[in-house]
Every structure is written in C-alpha cells, then in structure tokens.
C-alpha cells in the first residue's frame, strides 16, 4: 500500500488512539478535529443504583472509516465482517487505554475507574465503522443518580457527538432515570471555525476540548 506524507504530530497520534498503521490521509490532518464520532452509551447500574459499567457504541465518520478498513476485506466478497475486523477491534481497545477511553463518570472530585474493556468488537455497515465495547467499574462507587458522564477528547482530536435519538441510556433497576445532556452553545462551535491549529497545539493542560464536551447526568424519580 503506497503511503502517504506524514503530518508528524497529528499521525503519530491518530495512529496511537486508534491503531492505524499508516499516516493519516491529508485531508484527515488539515485541521482539528480530526475524526468524527458519533456515540450512544448505555450505564449499567445494580438494584441500589450503583454504576457497574459503561457500554459505548462508536461509530466513525465515512471518510475515516474508508480509510481505516482499507485491506482488511480478507476474503474479497466486499464486505468487513466481525471476524475480520476483531484484530482491528483488540489494537483499539489496547491503544485507548491509555487515554481512559475518553471515558469520566465523577461525583464532584471523586471518580470511578474501569477495568479492560469486555465484550468488544467492530461492524461496519457498508458506510461506517462503529466500535462496541463495555467499561466495567473497577473502583469507586457511584450512584447513577449523583454521576456526572463525559465522553470526549481534551485535546479535540477526535470530536464526540451523542446520538440524536437515544443518546445515553440507563440499564438495570434504576432504568427510571434518564438522562439530561447539556450541549455546549452554538456560539463555541462558530469560534472553532475561527481557531488556527496552534490554538489546539498550544492548548493548557485541560485542553481546549472542554469547551466542546457535553455533560451528562440523570435525573431519578
């Protein structure tokens, strides 16, 4: 596979987030961000409440996704089953453990921490790829109704955007409660359009993809 010039610092870690082994392709490294996804969570709770895990859905946007599949169609019949992605699948879930999975459930200060992730693979349905995978909680101790989920990358790499319909769910004895997520303005999405890539490459330690994060937490009768 003939390869494309490396936008150095931008291919360097879009190869360890998500495990391409190739540079980026220079329209994936022009600007931030650099890959779109679309998510749908689900939080796992027990009898008294307690969160026990996090389930995430995935999906890439179609041009990263073109370009991420590329010879993995091993069989030739122009299709990406489970099976041939499953090592794409297990890279993944390797390399993104050491961003935590863009994954934070806090009360205040206090957070929980995940275990691998279990029951993990990757579809693609003709257009996009999506990535399914379970957080289990490892420690800390949450009630759903007191959590605070974020899904996202500070440095805005990768933008995640929730589902339009059944965006975050809640699994188990406390599926009464629903989630109530707070977008960021309109306004912060139009000074994007205004930020140079040194604005994200000289970022504070927080980064700037805070300002793109959208909160969630539950409201229980």
């Known amino acids: 596979m003939k390869r494309s010039r490396f936008a150095p610092l931008q291919a360097m870690k879009l190869r360890a987030l998500l495990a391409i082994f190739a540079c980026v392709l220079p329209s994936l490294a022009s600007a931030h961000p650099h890959v779109w996804v679309t998510a749908s969570s689900t939080v796992v709770t027990k009898p008294d409440g ?3 895990a996090v ?47 863009f994954t934070s459930v806090k009360q205040g200060k206090n957070g929980i921490t995940f275990s691998d992730p279990v029951d993990y693979w990757l579809d693609h349905d003709g257009k996009a790829l999506t990535l399914n995978f379970t957080l289990p909680v490892k420690e800390g101790t949450i009630a759903v109704k007191d959590a605070r989920l974020e899904v996202s990358d500070p440095s805005f790499f990768v933008s995640f955007e929730f589902a339009k ?14 989630a109530q997520l707070k977008p960021p303005p309109a306004g912060v999405f139009q000074r994007l359009s205004q930020l140079g890539e040194n604005a994200f490459n000289s970022a504070p330690p927080g980064g700037l993809g805070v300002d793109f994060t959208t909160p969630v937490t539950f409201s229980c009768p």
């Open 50 to 52: 307690t969160i026990t």
């Open 55 to 101: 389930k995430h859905r995935w999906t890439f946007d179609e041009p990263f996704s073109a370009y991420a599949v590329m010879g993995m169609d091993t069989n030739g019949d122009g299709k990406f089953s489970r099976e041939e992605l499953a090592p794409f699948a297990k890279i993944n879930m390797e390399s993104l453990h050491e961003y935590g999975f």
């Open 165 to 178: 319909e059944n965006p975050v769910q809640v699994e188990g004895a406390s599926k009464v409660c629903k």
